[in-house]
C-alpha cells in the first residue's frame, strides 16, 4: 500500500523559513516523479515543484522560483520542499504527491496518482 505522509508545516512569521517533509512507504519509487503542490482557501489546487526520484531533473512553478527548493533523500524515503523567505501569500495546505514517469515524459503535466494528507502552512504578516 502507498503512502505518503506529510510534516513541517507550522505557523511562521513572513521572511521566515520552513522545511516540509514527505515520507514515502509502500513501493519502489525509482521510475515516479515526485511532486509538491498547495491549496489556499477558496482557490484551486496549484503546482510548486516536482522532481524525479531516480534522477535530478527538476522544475519549479515561478511563484516561488528561487525561495523553495525540493530535494529527497534515497535512503531515508523522504522528498523536502525547503521554503525560505516566507509570504502570506504562500499560506496554504501542502501536499506531496507521485506518479509513474517514463524517461520521456514532461513531469510538469503529468496527473498525479497518489498523494499525502497534507501540512498546513500559515505565513503571518
Known amino acids: 500500500q502507498v503512502q505518503l505522509v506529510e510534516s513541517g508545516g507550522g505557523l511562521v512569521q513572513a521572511g521566515g523559513s520552513l522545511r516540509l517533509s514527505c515520507v514515502v512507504s509502500?513501493?519502489?519509487?525509482?521510475?515516479?516523479?515526485m511532486g509538491w503542490f498547495r491549496q489556499a482557501p477558496g482557490k484551486e489546487r496549484e503546482f510548486v515543484a516536482t522532481?524525479?526520484?531516480?534522477?535530478?531533473?527538476?522544475y519549479y512553478a515561478d511563484s516561488i522560483k528561487g525561495r523553495f527548493t525540493i530535494s529527497k533523500n534515497n535512503a531515508k524515503s523522504t522528498l523536502y520542499l525547503q521554503m525560505v523567505s516566507l509570504e502570506p501569500e504562500d499560506t496554504a495546505v501542502y501536499y506531496c504527491?507521485?506518479?509513474?514517469?517514463?524517461?520521456?515524459?514532461?513531469?510538469?503535466?503529468?496527473?498525479?496518482?497518489?498523494w499525502g494528507q497534507g501540512t498546513q502552512v500559515t505565513v503571518s504578516s
Open positions: 522532481t524525479r526520484w531516480g534522477a535530478s531533473e527538476t
Open positions: 504527491a507521485a506518479v509513474w514517469a517514463d524517461n520521456g515524459a514532461n513531469i510538469r503535466s503529468l496527473r498525479y496518482t497518489y
Open positions: 509502500g513501493r519502489s519509487f525509482n521510475n515516479y516523479a
